[in-house]
C-alpha cells in the first residue's frame, strides 16, 4: 500500500454513498433541494482523487502492479455506481444505456486478464482515458440538469430528455473505445485464445 493507492481505494469507498444518498435521501432526512449539490461534492472528490493518484504513482515512483489493477477498477465502480443510480429517482435513464458501460468493461477486464494469463500485457488506449473522462464530465453534466430542475429553471421532462441525450452519446463513444481496444490488441488476443 502507498499513498497513490489511498486514493484509488477512496474512490471505490465512496462510491456506494452515492446510490445510498440518491435514493435513500428521505431516510436519511437530508432535503432534496441539497441531495445534488452533495453529489456533486462526492463526484469532485472522486474526479479529483483519480487525477492524485495518477500524479503521486508517477511522480514519487509509486507505479505498482496492483495499481495498474485498482486504478481502472475504481473508474469502473464509481462511474458504473453513478449511471445505475440514475436509472431511478428523477433522472430515469433506461437500463440498457447503462448496461453498455457494464459490459464494456466487462469484456475488457476479461481479455485483460485472459491475456495476461498468456503472459500478455494490454496496453491501455487514448481513448479508454478519454472515456473515463467523459463519462465523468457526463456525470457532472446530469446534476447540473439536477440542479436546474429543482431550482425550477427546467421540467423534468427536459431533465430526463437531456440526460438521455448526454449518456447515449457518451454510451456510444464508450461502444466506440471497446472496439478501439480490441482493435489495437488484436494480435496479442489472437494469440492469447490460440495457446488456450
Known amino acids: 500500500m502507498n499513498s497513490a493507492h489511498c486514493f484509488t481505494l477512496l474512490r471505490i469507498l465512496i462510491s456506494p454513498i452515492f446510490p445510498l444518498l440518491y435514493l435513500g435521501y428521505e431516510w436519511l432526512k ?7 449539490y452533495i453529489l456533486l461534492g462526492l463526484l469532485l472528490i472522486c474526479e479529483c482523487s483519480d487525477i492524485l493518484d495518477g500524479f503521486l504513482a508517477r511522480r514519487c515512483n509509486q507505479v505498482t502492479d496492483l495499481g495498474k489493477v485498482l486504478d481502472p477498477m475504481a473508474d469502473t465502480v464509481t462511474h458504473i455506481s ?37 503472459g500478455f500485457a494490454l496496453a491501455a488506449r487514448f481513448s479508454g482515458k478519454l472515456k473515463a473522462v467523459l463519462q465523468a464530465f457526463a456525470a457532472f453534466l446530469v446534476l447540473f440538469l439536477m440542479l436546474l430542475h429543482l431550482h425550477g429553471v427546467i ?10 441525450m448526454i449518456v447515449a452519446v457518451v454510451a456510444f463513444y464508450t461502444m466506440f473505445s471497446a472496439c478501439d481496444y480490441f482493435y489495437a490488441n488484436r494480435h496479442f488476443i489472437k494469440r492469447s485464445l490460440y495457446n488456450m
Not at 82 to 87: D, G, I, S, V
Not at 94 to 109: A, D, G, Q, T
Open 30 to 36: 437530508v432535503p432534496l433541494f441539497w441531495v445534488p
Open 82 to 118: 453513478f449511471f445505475l443510480t440514475f436509472t431511478q429517482g428523477l433522472v430515469q435513464l433506461p437500463l440498457l444505456l447503462v448496461l453498455i458501460f457494464l459490459y464494456r468493461e466487462f469484456f475488457v477486464s476479461t481479455l485483460r486478464t485472459l491475456c495476461a494469463l498468456r
Open 155 to 164: 421540467s423534468l421532462d427536459a431533465l430526463q430528455r437531456s440526460s438521455f
